[in-house]
């Protein structure tokens, strides 16, 4: 168990790519990491949303906003999964604010201690904030290259790509590549 101690947040939403939700609920844990699923919970306990393929339902009663430094420190890596989990995410209520979920990020990336991941159309949270990922090296879902390249990043034609503390992987297919990375990273 070599993530014996470290803890995994995983940002939802709805329209999720099931078969990476559900790789990622038994691969890290079974490495011995503590996973967490976090979200907007809008002033609910919890919400359920379903996912792209099979509408398949998941329960998400954890949320990002409002989180302290310290309970944000305690991450070993903070994910943005693929799918349209981003795209959902990245909602504000007012367009000349950051969105909360970008916002969650932007602190996640400002801590060099926490490993991001950021797969396939996970990189359309950076959008608001695209000086993150300028100069850094990734990849992401084909349909996004040229976003990548507007924000400024180097974008490398591979299934995975890590550049320090940020580990990037093409699409929802390649969740298993993308998980080992992050576990080779965190081990």
Known sequence: ??????????????????????????????????LRFMTRLWGQPSITFKGHEYHAPFECNESFENMDEETLKSFAAIIVPSGMVSDRLRYTEDVTQIPPATEFLKRAFAQPSILKGIICHGLWLVAPTPELVKGRTLTCHNNLHGDAIAYGAHYRNEDVVIDGDLVTGRSGAHAHLFARAIIDRLS
Do not use: C, Q, V
């Open 1 to 34: 168990m070599t993530l014996n101690g470290k803890k995994i947040g995983i940002l939802m939403e709805s329209d999720f790519y099931e078969h990476e939700i559900w790789y990622y609920h038994y691969r890290f844990p079974e490495e011995g990491a503590e």
